[in-house]
């Protein structure tokens, strides 16, 4: 069984900084992409970024040059580093993973951290 464990959110000002962690555990899968998405209050889910097995990287343009996404492939563990977070960051973040197992593709999700940018 995977699973996908959040870590990170919270509370800060605007302007502050987070860093929001995501780790894979069980056995017998490998892992593709790895991704963040985030959903407020009345909105759709948007991806936010989103990292290939060898670290190409794409982002969403509202968080373009702000936040940097990471993974490090031997701890099964994605990154996500927020910076000059903004009110209209908040929202609650997911993580997600393409695994592959037993030669079948599936898309796993966390069970999503709350992010609140407020003074």
């Known amino acids: 069984q995977v699973q996908l464990v959040e870590s990170g959110g919270g509370w800060v000002q605007p302007g502050g900084s987070l860093r929001l962690s995501c780790a894979a555990s069980g056995s017998g899968f490998s892992i593709n992409a790895m991704g963040w998405s985030r959903q407020s209050p009345g909105k759709e889910r948007e991806l936010v970024a989103r990292?290939?097995?060898?670290?190409?990287?794409t982002y969403a343009d509202s968080v373009k040059g702000r936040f940097t996404i990471s993974r490090d492939n031997a701890k099964r563990t994605v990154y996500l580093q927020m910076n000059s977070l903004q009110p209209e960051d908040t929202a609650v973040y997911y993580c997600n993973a393409a695994i592959m197992t037993y030669g079948n593709a599936y898309d796993y999700w966390g069970q999503g951290t709350q992010v609140t940018v407020s003074s």
């Open positions: 990292i290939t097995s060898v670290g190409s990287t």
